[in-house]
T-cell receptor, first 113, second 115 residues
Framework: GQQVMQIPQYQHVQEGEDFTTYCNSSTTLSNIQWYKQRPGGHPVFLIQLVKSGEVKKQKRLTFQFGEAKKNSSLHITATQTTDVGTYFC?????????????FGKGTLLTVNP | DVKVTQSSRYLVKRTGEKVFLECVQDMDHENMFWYRQDPGLGLRLIYFSYDVKMKEKGDIPEGYSVSREKKERFSLILESASTNQTSMYLCASNGRTRENLYGYTFGSGTRLTVV
């Protein structure tokens, strides 16, 4: 079945450093979504990318979708303590459904103030 | 503000009990989902529903069933709770937005402990 892999599993940075997490799918995706889960919280939808090569920005966060639509990345510039949490990518499909998401296992980001 | 509400934040149940986890959304979404989240295993799909009275198995349906009698409500049932079902259970819904997005809205989760 479809697999979505994320690296790294953990990342610890000093406040002000940059951070990047990478997502790779075993199949071509119609779109890719990113979520953030704060410690003790639930996943919150951040963004959806649809087009090949698409780049979107949300303040200090930059999301990219690969040309082949099989990989994606999330880059945070100048991390802050509020960025702490687990970042998940997710791709639709698998099992014949375009609404069912397969999630990566996430990258846990910790930030040292 | 759109909401997915899960009936309990914490639950403790005994082995062998029948357990009901309730989820209600107020966004008129067609699709609803139940995931469980365990350390090191990420989010795993148990069941989902794309319409009233419709359901499909996810990746780990064994030991679970679901019910969707109304569009806004999706229930997860543990037929006979076991200790390996101790987990965080997350309900989510999605539907087409004006921006043609399909992002999930998650509930706050139910942390179930089976003793």
């Amino acid at each position: 079945g479809q697999q979505v892999m994320q690296i790294p599993q953990y990342q610890h940075v000093q406040e002000g450093e940059d951070f990047t997490t990478y997502c790779n799918s075993s199949t071509t995706l119609s779109n890719i979504q990113w979520y953030k889960q704060r410690p003790g919280g639930h996943p919150v939808f951040l963004i959806q990318l649809v087009k090949s090569g698409e780049v979107k920005k949300q303040k200090r966060l930059t999301f990219q979708f690969g040309e082949a639509k099989k990989n994606s990345s999330l880059h945070i510039t100048a991390t802050q303590t509020t960025d702490v949490g687990t970042y998940f990518c997710a791709g639709p499909g698998g099992g014949g459904s375009n609404y069912k998401l397969t999630f990566g296992k996430g990258t846990l980001l910790t930030v040292n103030p | 503000d759109v909401k997915v509400t899960q009936s309990s934040r914490y639950l403790v149940k005994r082995t062998g009990e029948k357990v009901f986890l309730e989820c209600v959304q107020d966004m008129d979404h067609e699709n609803m989902f139940w995931y469980r989240q365990d350390p090191g295993l990420g989010l795993r799909l148990i069941y989902f529903s794309y319409d009233v009275k419709m359901k499909e198995k996810g990746d780990i349906p064994e030991g679970y069933s679901v019910s969707r009698e109304k569009k806004e409500r999706f229930s997860l049932i543990l037929e006979s709770a076991s200790t390996n079902q101790t987990s965080m259970y997350l309900c989510a819904s999605n539907g087409r937005t004006r921006e043609n997005l399909y992002g999930y809205t998650f509930g706050s989760g139910t942390r179930l402990t089976v003793v």
